[in-house]
Nanobody, 125 residues
Protein backbone atom coordinates (compact mmCIF):
# COMPACT_ATOMS: atom_id res chain seq x y z
CA UNK A 1 0.00 0.00 0.00
CA UNK A 2 1.38 3.38 -0.98
CA UNK A 3 1.86 5.88 1.83
CA UNK A 4 2.91 9.53 1.94
CA UNK A 5 4.34 10.76 5.24
CA UNK A 6 4.80 14.46 5.91
CA UNK A 7 7.02 16.05 8.53
CA UNK A 8 8.34 19.47 9.49
CA UNK A 9 5.23 21.35 10.49
CA UNK A 10 5.48 23.47 13.61
CA UNK A 11 4.80 26.84 15.20
CA UNK A 12 6.89 29.65 13.70
CA UNK A 13 6.86 33.44 13.93
CA UNK A 14 5.80 35.64 11.05
CA UNK A 15 8.71 36.32 8.74
CA UNK A 16 10.35 33.03 9.59
CA UNK A 17 11.13 29.98 7.48
CA UNK A 18 10.18 26.33 7.59
CA UNK A 19 10.90 23.25 5.50
CA UNK A 20 8.37 20.49 5.04
CA UNK A 21 9.27 17.00 3.89
CA UNK A 22 7.18 14.28 2.28
CA UNK A 23 8.43 10.73 1.97
CA UNK A 24 6.58 8.27 -0.24
CA UNK A 25 6.80 4.55 0.31
CA UNK A 26 9.11 2.66 -2.04
CA UNK A 27 6.50 0.46 -3.74
CA UNK A 28 6.09 2.92 -6.60
CA UNK A 29 6.61 2.23 -10.28
CA UNK A 30 6.35 5.78 -11.61
CA UNK A 31 5.68 9.30 -10.33
CA UNK A 32 3.34 11.51 -12.32
CA UNK A 33 3.37 14.47 -9.96
CA UNK A 34 4.25 15.42 -6.40
CA UNK A 35 3.13 18.48 -4.59
CA UNK A 36 1.67 20.26 -1.62
CA UNK A 37 -1.81 21.49 -0.80
CA UNK A 38 -3.03 23.27 2.31
CA UNK A 39 -6.30 23.72 4.10
CA UNK A 40 -7.00 26.42 6.66
CA UNK A 41 -9.95 26.20 9.07
CA UNK A 42 -13.19 27.01 7.29
CA UNK A 43 -11.54 27.16 3.88
CA UNK A 44 -11.21 24.83 0.93
CA UNK A 45 -8.06 22.90 0.25
CA UNK A 46 -5.84 24.86 -2.14
CA UNK A 47 -2.78 24.20 -4.23
CA UNK A 48 0.51 25.37 -2.77
CA UNK A 49 3.02 23.92 -5.22
CA UNK A 50 3.30 20.98 -7.59
CA UNK A 51 5.88 19.35 -9.81
CA UNK A 52 4.68 17.33 -12.79
CA UNK A 53 6.78 14.66 -14.48
CA UNK A 54 7.15 13.80 -18.13
CA UNK A 55 8.41 10.26 -18.05
CA UNK A 56 11.12 10.20 -15.41
CA UNK A 57 12.08 13.86 -15.70
CA UNK A 58 10.53 17.00 -14.27
CA UNK A 59 8.19 18.60 -16.79
CA UNK A 60 6.73 21.61 -15.04
CA UNK A 61 6.38 23.38 -11.72
CA UNK A 62 3.48 25.53 -10.58
CA UNK A 63 2.68 27.53 -7.48
CA UNK A 64 -0.44 28.93 -5.93
CA UNK A 65 -0.71 32.70 -6.26
CA UNK A 66 -0.54 33.21 -2.50
CA UNK A 67 2.90 31.65 -2.18
CA UNK A 68 4.70 32.64 -5.38
CA UNK A 69 8.11 34.10 -4.64
CA UNK A 70 8.09 32.85 -1.03
CA UNK A 71 7.82 29.06 -1.27
CA UNK A 72 9.96 26.64 -3.27
CA UNK A 73 9.14 23.02 -4.06
CA UNK A 74 11.80 20.44 -4.79
CA UNK A 75 11.83 16.69 -5.28
CA UNK A 76 14.27 13.84 -4.96
CA UNK A 77 12.89 11.55 -7.63
CA UNK A 78 14.93 8.43 -6.90
CA UNK A 79 14.19 8.72 -3.19
CA UNK A 80 10.48 9.42 -3.90
CA UNK A 81 10.54 12.51 -1.67
CA UNK A 82 9.27 16.06 -1.97
CA UNK A 83 10.15 19.16 -0.02
CA UNK A 84 8.61 22.57 0.50
CA UNK A 85 10.86 25.42 1.57
CA UNK A 86 8.73 28.20 3.00
CA UNK A 87 10.10 31.67 3.62
CA UNK A 88 8.68 35.03 4.69
CA UNK A 89 5.85 33.19 6.40
CA UNK A 90 2.65 35.06 7.16
CA UNK A 91 -0.13 34.31 9.66
CA UNK A 92 -2.39 33.56 6.69
CA UNK A 93 -0.08 30.66 5.80
CA UNK A 94 -1.40 28.87 8.87
CA UNK A 95 -2.97 25.61 7.71
CA UNK A 96 -2.64 21.88 7.57
CA UNK A 97 -0.26 21.09 4.72
CA UNK A 98 -0.88 17.91 2.77
CA UNK A 99 1.51 16.07 0.52
CA UNK A 100 -0.08 14.92 -2.72
CA UNK A 101 1.16 12.54 -5.38
CA UNK A 102 -0.11 11.13 -8.65
CA UNK A 103 1.67 7.85 -9.11
CA UNK A 104 1.52 4.31 -10.39
CA UNK A 105 2.15 1.68 -7.71
CA UNK A 106 4.29 -1.38 -8.41
CA UNK A 107 1.25 -3.67 -8.30
CA UNK A 108 -0.82 -1.63 -10.75
CA UNK A 109 -0.61 -0.10 -14.21
CA UNK A 110 -3.06 2.69 -13.42
CA UNK A 111 -1.96 6.01 -11.91
CA UNK A 112 -3.91 7.17 -8.87
CA UNK A 113 -3.97 10.14 -6.52
CA UNK A 114 -2.59 9.74 -3.01
CA UNK A 115 -2.64 12.04 0.03
CA UNK A 116 -0.62 12.21 3.20
CA UNK A 117 -2.16 12.70 6.63
CA UNK A 118 -1.10 16.35 6.82
CA UNK A 119 1.23 18.39 8.99
CA UNK A 120 0.19 21.49 10.91
CA UNK A 121 1.94 24.79 10.19
CA UNK A 122 1.07 27.67 12.50
CA UNK A 123 2.46 31.16 11.92
CA UNK A 124 2.14 33.56 14.83
CA UNK A 125 1.97 37.31 14.34
Amino acid sequence: QVQLVESGGELVQAGGSLRLSCQASKNIFRLGAMGWYRQAPGKERELVAQITYIGDTIGSTKYGDAVKGRFTISVATVEKAAYLQMSALKPEDTAVYYCNAVLTPLDSDVPSVYWGQGTQVTVSS
